[in-house]
């Protein structure tokens, strides 16, 4: 089955000088930016997101050579390994060739954090699909986020808790612009329905002491077991890649293995966690639930998406997250942006994006975004680690249904 594809045309000029105003190049290329992980412990993301905007790219220039029209569409890629200061640099390196419009990336809310203000500064425009902290929720500015924000993700978390049976929780998270923020919100939802969060502890990014940290926890897990019980205590652990050290660190420790843990989106279908000989037991024996915006259900993938899904395996060998999707999306909107306001114009093509939004519905997701310039709302899918083929492999387990509140099991 091909992908559809609607008609519409980005023009912008890439030049080898510097800070020149964006307009038709003369061989009527068109390139957009992205400012990606490619080759970092966090890659499999950014590869599976490269891929998407290529095909989309792909089917942009397939259509336009159909109809006869000199344009060709291409993308210029930065590789980041999630660093901010890196992510600056490649954001103004991007600016500086003349390209005002960035697709996708960062890969993390730290990243997006620390190109927002040149981004609004210097009037590019960014639509992302990897960022979700709530405190880059922000009205008017040149950034839109075409997934939720963690409010969504962390009401989601304390639904599941709640249908687990879960009062007492202790959390592990990271100290960034995204692990603070989705810990907060955490803590505050399940404060508010009555559990109780612990202490915990929290990190740095370079953080590799993960044994020590895990010592930390365990006398907190012990006596929440006694107060409590095993059944009605958990972990909430709020990393990146920092996941597989926390899990092979806590396997050895006799209690951690008693209660049930949870993660986030960014833990989501990690191969690092389930073929590591650790991790991946131990994953499956706690039943770690981490749960991510979802397209469709637990069950039930859209036809669509399930297709640019299986090109993006070809590619990759990666499943794509419904963030990885999302970038094929991205690179549409900005198409139907053009087509209205007829010129490369980052602020006429800022003031257009939310009316299309309003009725875009490609992967059968609605991309309706709200005041802040993010997705409204979308359901959240929980993943775990469960045996398969003599060892282990991801597989999702339930719905979260943002629209009524509640869980459903697969």
């Not at 559809?4 to 964006?22: D, G, H, Q, Y």
């Not at 879960?166 to 907060?184: C, F, K, S």
């Not at 709302?377 to 993943?383: M, V």
Request: charged letters at 15%; one cysteine or more.
């Amino acid at each position: 089955m091909k992908l559809r594809i609607f008609p519409f045309v980005i023009l912008l000029l890439m030049t080898a000088s510097c800070k020149k105003e964006a307009s038709e190049s003369p061989d009527n290329t068109v390139t957009l930016g992205a400012i990606l992980d490619l080759s970092g412990d966090y890659s499999e993301e950014g590869l599976a997101g490269r891929a998407a905007i290529g095909l989309a790219i792909d089917d942009l220039n397939r259509r336009y050579e159909s109809i006869g029209s000199p344009v060709h569409f291409a993308c210029n890629y930065v590789d980041t390994h999630l660093d901010t200061v890196l992510t600056l640099a490649a954001a103004r390196e991007m600016y500086d060739q003349g390209i005002r419009l960035l697709v996708a990336g960062p890969n993390n809310s730290a990243g997006l954090q620390a190109v927002n203000s040149f981004i609004n500064e210097h009037r590019m425009l960014a639509l992302t699909c990897f960022s979700s902290a709530s405190s880059l929720a922000i009205p008017n500015d040149y950034i839109f986020r075409l997934i939720t924000d963690d409010n969504v993700q962390g009401q989601a978390l304390v639904r599941m808790m709640q249908y687990d049976s879960i009062q007492t929780l202790v959390p592990i998270w990271r100290e960034d612009t995204y692990g603070t923020g989705l810990y907060e919100t955490v803590k505050q939802k399940l404060t508010d329905m009555g559990g109780t969060v612990l202490q915990g502890v929290s990190y740095l990014p370079e953080a590799t002491n993960y044994q020590e940290m895990i010592q930390q926890i365990g006398p907190q897990v012990t006596n929440a077991i006694a107060t409590y019980g095993a059944s009605h205590v958990a972990v909430i652990l709020i990393s990146y890649q920092e996941a597989l050290g926390f899990m092979q660190a806590a396997a050895e420790v006799n209690d951690l293995t008693k209660i049930r843990w949870y993660g986030c989106d960014a833990n989501v279908q990690k191969v690092t966690i389930s073929s590591d000989p650790v991790a991946g037991p131990f994953a499956n024996h706690v039943r770690f639930l981490a749960p991510i915006m979802g397209i469709g259900t637990a069950g039930n993938l859209p036809a669509t998406a399930q297709e640019l899904d299986n090109q993006i395996f070809a590619l990759t060998e990666f499943h794509a997250t419904a963030y990885s999707l999302t970038a094929y999306d991205a690179v549409k909107i900005y198409g139907l942006a053009y087509d209205m306001v007829q010129a490369y114009d980052a602020t006429k093509i800022k003031t257009v994006i939310p009316s299309i939004c309003d009725s875009y519905n490609y992967l059968g997701i609605s991309r309706k975004l709200n005041e802040a310039g993010d997705l409204v709302t979308a359901n959240y899918i929980f993943w775990t680690v469960v045996p398969a083929d003599g060892g282990y492999a991801w597989d999702s387990y339930a719905t979260y249904v943002a629209d009524g509140d509640y869980i459903v099991l697969r």
